[in-house]
């Protein structure tokens, strides 16, 4: 079936919206929603009425957990939209909807300014080249100061900030904008909840203070694209006689090409500037043609090639989220990258070389769904049916066969033991346990062999408490936990070479492998871990060497000083001997591991601990209290820098196992007036005393 008029791939737009927790970011999101039509009703984060947070948890807490989607039509455009959080236990949810989207808003707020998880969701944002525009929010409350966030854009975030608004009054008195392309005073109406307003002329009090900021606006746009003379030439001599649409197609292009962040204005909870948010969507960001092309390569090799953009090309789509829906069951997000998706039809897995059938496809509004029977190039789809696809796979035809980028995901930092309160939980336990983990790649769950107990591994305190309630509600859990432990890594800081041999003769057939290592610290930390084989005439038979292989890798999973895994090794096999009757695969594997276990020990292993980037916000008259009681934690403070008012902003770097319970004690310390954020950094060497102590455990 041909795609519909209403959905023409010019016309779509896959955006997110992103920010610091608090700043308006949800309620931004259902002021979009009911603007177009979607909403019959304003749902308000503080009554817990919030569309996009639509699980319980969210509900109760004010916080976006997952990255719930939605499509609305606003003009000619059909916008796709994938809410996502703001709190940094979540941040792989950030980072998920940030791989498929083509551009982002990026939501301030106007007293705050640029808060260090709008850092944090900038700088990834970066990372996949994604093109922002900034709706900088809640400019009716006090202190609001649109010029102060614009500026915090600039200096923390290295942004090119250019505003096309400019408040017309601020607080109390906020009435509207007055738009710098047009000229024109937009001033809302209360009494129609934002959904009218007047355009007048400019107040004459602002008349020259916007005809300086659209001439700075003017001059940015001639100097980004300074192909266009005409446009240019405009500029220079007769900026009047620029039409709208040519100022449109300037701006469109500087965001296009991540060289330009337009900065809006307005206050989403008193239902003003979200239209004009939504007109600069459509007007500005980029449509699936638009894009970087997407990367994939041939089945099978690493010859890379680019997806193109259509319906009629084979089908490229990438699955970006699983999850577990009350009442369809599983459900598979996934962005259509190239060709169309069908319902009933039978599709591979290629990056589990699996095949899939569609037994329905849904379009999804936070977490309303209707059917559809088809999808295609640029949208994002909710799939039932798909039994082995989790986050991250490639889905393609059969007759075409391709493999997308890989998403790459985070380790886990903390970790705690987890047991069914009765037999009945028991099974209960081990099914919500599964769906939980196949939903979130940094969510781990594995058994410790020597006291038989489940752990379950995440991000933060908060991204396990969310999924422990997520438990009791949707599966009916009842499950107590341990204390929230670290989890540690090990690594090497000397050379070492081991030279195994495994010989076992038990009557019969016997085992007989040798090998040799060759073990150093990885010169390149960023590849991690590296097994290289480097064996010459056949002194090992070619078809052990991956038995070799995986054999140091198996091991390395588990370090010589107290079993956590090993880090940023470079290990190389060199040599070896087989026997022609007693060798087989399994003896060369567990030879390996023998291996890498010996050269460990002779390498002077080391214990790593995570170390988090915290920043506390705190009133100056606490402040000496809240930069002592981090030094005591063995934190190292970086630097403070000063806020509105007699706010600080202390950043700091402390050890993960000094961080627990760390809110309470804050909100004790400040009674109650400081916050903080927290997010994984690096791995440190762990001081040898406290080394000693956790070996000896």
């Given at each position: 079936?041909?795609?519909?008029?209403?959905?023409?791939?010019?016309?779509?737009?896959?955006?997110?919206?992103?920010?610091?927790?608090?700043?308006?970011?949800?309620?931004?999101?259902?002021?979009?929603?009911?603007?177009?039509?979607?909403?019959?009703?304003?749902?308000?984060?503080?009554?817990?009425?919030?569309?996009?947070?639509?699980?319980?948890?969210?509900?109760?807490?004010?916080?976006?957990?997952?990255?719930?989607?939605?499509?609305?039509?606003?003009?000619?455009?059909?916008?796709?939209?994938?809410?996502?959080?703001?709190?940094?236990?979540?941040?792989?949810?950030?980072?998920?909807?940030?791989?498929?989207?083509?551009?982002?808003?990026?939501?301030?707020?106007?007293?705050?300014?640029?808060?260090?998880?709008?850092?944090?969701?900038?700088?990834?944002?970066?990372?996949?080249?994604?093109?922002?525009?900034?709706?900088?929010?809640?400019?009716?409350?006090?202190?609001?100061?649109?010029?102060?966030?614009?500026?915090?854009?600039?200096?923390?975030?290295?942004?090119?900030?250019?505003?096309?608004?400019?408040?017309?009054?601020?607080?109390?008195?906020?009435?509207?904008?007055?738009?710098?392309?047009?000229?024109?005073?937009?001033?809302?109406?209360?009494?129609?909840?934002?959904?009218?307003?007047?355009?007048?002329?400019?107040?004459?009090?602002?008349?020259?203070?916007?005809?300086?900021?659209?001439?700075?606006?003017?001059?940015?746009?001639?100097?980004?694209?300074?192909?266009?003379?005409?446009?240019?030439?405009?500029?220079?001599?007769?900026?009047?006689?620029?039409?709208?649409?040519?100022?449109?197609?300037?701006?469109?292009?500087?965001?296009?090409?991540?060289?330009?962040?337009?900065?809006?204005?307005?206050?989403?909870?008193?239902?003003?500037?979200?239209?004009?948010?939504?007109?600069?969507?459509?007007?500005?960001m980029p449509s699936p043609l638009d894009r970087n092309k997407t990367k994939a390569f041939k089945e099978g090799s690493d010859e890379e090639f680019t997806v193109n953009p259509s319906d009629d090309e084979p089908l490229a789509a990438l699955a970006f989220k699983v999850m577990t829906d009350p009442y369809v069951g599983r459900l598979t997000f996934v962005r259509i990258y190239s060709g169309t998706l069908k319902k009933g039809t039978t599709l591979l897995n290629s990056s589990k070389d699996k095949k899939e059938r569609i037994s329905r496809l849904l379009e999804m509004h936070a977490n309303n769904r209707k059917d559809r029977d088809e999808f295609y190039t640029g949208d994002i789809a909710a799939c039932i049916g798909l039994k082995h696809t989790s986050t991250g796979d490639t889905l393609c035809s059969l007759d075409q066969q391709l493999l997308l980028e890989k998403m790459d995901f985070p380790e886990p930092v903390i970790s705690m033991a987890i047991e069914p309160k009765s037999k009945p939980d028991q099974e209960k336990l081990a099914v919500a346990l599964g769906a939980l983990s196949e939903e979130d790649p940094t969510f781990r769950v594995s058994s410790d062999e020597e006291t038989g107990q489940t752990i379950i591994a995440g991000m933060g305190e908060l991204h396990l408490d969310v999924l422990r309630d997520r438990m009791f509600?949707?599966?009916?859990?009842?499950?107590?936990?341990?204390?929230?432990?670290?989890?540690?890594?090990?690594?090497?800081?000397?050379?070492?070479?081991?030279?195994?041999?495994?010989?076992?003769?038990?009557?019969?057939?016997?085992?007989?492998?040798?090998?040799?290592?060759?073990?150093?610290?990885?010169?390149?930390?960023?590849?991690?871990?590296?097994?290289?084989?480097?064996?010459?005439?056949?002194?090992?038979?070619?078809?052990?060497?991956?038995?070799?292989?995986?054999?140091?890798?198996?091991?390395?999973?588990?370090?010589?000083?107290?079993?956590?895994?090993?880090?940023?090794?470079?290990?190389?096999?060199?040599?070896?001997?087989?026997?022609?009757?007693?060798?087989?695969?399994?003896?060369?594997?567990?030879?390996?591991?023998?291996?890498?276990?010996?050269?460990?020990?002779?390498?002077?292993?080391?214990?790593?601990?995570?170390?988090?980037?915290?920043?506390?916000?705190?009133?100056?008259?606490?402040?000496?209290?809240?930069?002592?009681?981090?030094?005591?934690?063995?934190?190292?403070?970086?630097?403070?820098?000063?806020?509105?008012?007699?706010?600080?902003?202390?950043?700091?770097?402390?050890?993960?196992?000094?961080?627990?319970?760390?809110?309470?004690?804050?909100?004790?310390?400040?009674?109650?007036?400081?916050?903080?954020?927290?997010?994984?950094?690096?791995?440190?060497?762990?001081?040898?005393?406290?080394?000693?102590?956790?070996?000896?455990?």
């Amino acid at each position: 079936m041909p795609r519909p008029d209403t959905d023409k791939l010019e016309n779509v737009r896959n955006i997110g919206i992103m920010a610091h927790i608090d700043a308006g970011k949800t309620t931004t999101t259902e002021r979009i929603l009911y603007y177009a039509g979607r909403s019959h009703k304003i749902g308000e984060v503080h009554d817990g009425a919030a569309t996009m947070d639509w699980m319980e948890q969210e509900q109760e807490r004010g916080i976006t957990i997952t990255s719930a989607a939605t499509t609305i039509y606003w003009g000619e455009s059909k916008i796709n939209i994938i809410d996502t959080p703001g709190h940094v236990d979540f941040t792989i949810e950030v980072e998920r909807s940030l791989r498929v989207l083509d551009g982002s808003v990026a939501v301030f707020c106007s007293v705050s300014g640029v808060e260090p998880q709008s850092e944090t969701v900038w700088n990834q944002a970066d990372r996949y080249n994604v093109p922002r525009i900034a709706f900088v929010n809640k400019m009716d409350r006090t202190g609001a100061d649109f010029f102060t966030a614009v500026e915090t854009m600039r200096e923390k975030l290295g942004a090119n900030a250019i505003p096309v608004h400019c408040p017309i009054g601020a607080e109390g008195d906020f009435l509207g904008m007055v738009d710098l392309l047009t000229m024109k005073a937009l001033v809302f109406k209360d009494e129609t909840m934002g959904s009218e307003w007047d355009e007048t002329d400019i107040p004459a009090d602002l008349k020259d203070k916007c005809q300086v900021m659209r001439q700075a606006l003017l001059d940015e746009l001639a100097t980004i694209d300074d192909s266009n003379d005409e446009f240019m030439m405009k500029v220079l001599e007769d900026p009047d006689s620029l039409t709208i649409d040519e100022l449109n197609a300037a701006v469109r292009k500087g965001v296009i090409e991540n060289k330009f962040n337009p900065v809006l204005c307005g206050s989403a909870f008193k239902n003003k500037g979200v239209q004009q948010l939504l007109d600069a969507v459509t007007n500005w960001m980029p449509s699936p043609l638009d894009r970087n092309k997407t990367k994939a390569f041939k089945e099978g090799s690493d010859e890379e090639f680019t997806v193109n953009p259509s319906d009629d090309e084979p089908l490229a789509a990438l699955a970006f989220k699983v999850m577990t829906d009350p009442y369809v069951g599983r459900l598979t997000f996934v962005r259509i990258y190239s060709g169309t998706l069908k319902k009933g039809t039978t599709l591979l897995n290629s990056s589990k070389d699996k095949k899939e059938r569609i037994s329905r496809l849904l379009e999804m509004h936070a977490n309303n769904r209707k059917d559809r029977d088809e999808f295609y190039t640029g949208d994002i789809a909710a799939c039932i049916g798909l039994k082995h696809t989790s986050t991250g796979d490639t889905l393609c035809s059969l007759d075409q066969q391709l493999l997308l980028e890989k998403m790459d995901f985070p380790e886990p930092v903390i970790s705690m033991a987890i047991e069914p309160k009765s037999k009945p939980d028991q099974e209960k336990l081990a099914v919500a346990l599964g769906a939980l983990s196949e939903e979130d790649p940094t969510f781990r769950v594995s058994s410790d062999e020597e006291t038989g107990q489940t752990i379950i591994a995440g991000m933060g305190e908060l991204h396990l408490d969310v999924l422990r309630d997520r438990m009791f509600r949707e599966f009916g859990v009842e499950a107590s936990v341990g204390k929230p432990q670290v989890s540690y890594r090990e690594t090497i800081t000397t050379n070492a070479k081991a030279d195994t041999k495994l010989v076992k003769q038990t009557g019969g057939r016997g085992q007989y492998a040798h090998v040799v290592l060759e073990v150093k610290p990885q010169p390149d930390e960023e590849k991690g871990n590296e097994v290289v084989n480097k064996i010459v005439g056949g002194v090992i038979p070619r078809e052990y060497i991956s038995a070799v292989l995986k054999g140091v890798e198996e091991g390395l999973t588990t370090g010589v000083l107290a079993g956590y895994p090993v880090i940023n090794v470079y290990a190389e096999v060199v040599f070896g001997s087989y026997h022609d009757v007693d060798s087989n695969e399994m003896a060369f594997k567990n030879c390996a591991i023998m291996a890498i276990k010996e050269a460990l020990k002779k390498c002077a292993p080391v214990l790593l601990e995570p170390i988090m980037k915290v920043n506390v916000t705190t009133p100056e008259a606490h402040m000496g209290d809240v930069m002592g009681d981090l030094s005591r934690r063995r934190g190292r403070i970086l630097g403070q820098e000063s806020r509105k008012g007699s706010t600080q902003l202390i950043n700091s770097e402390v050890p993960l196992s000094e961080m627990f319970g760390y809110s309470t004690h804050l909100r004790s310390l400040s009674s109650g007036r400081a916050a903080y954020s927290m997010e994984p950094c690096h791995f440190e060497k762990v001081p040898q005393k406290i080394q000693d102590e956790i070996v000896n455990k």
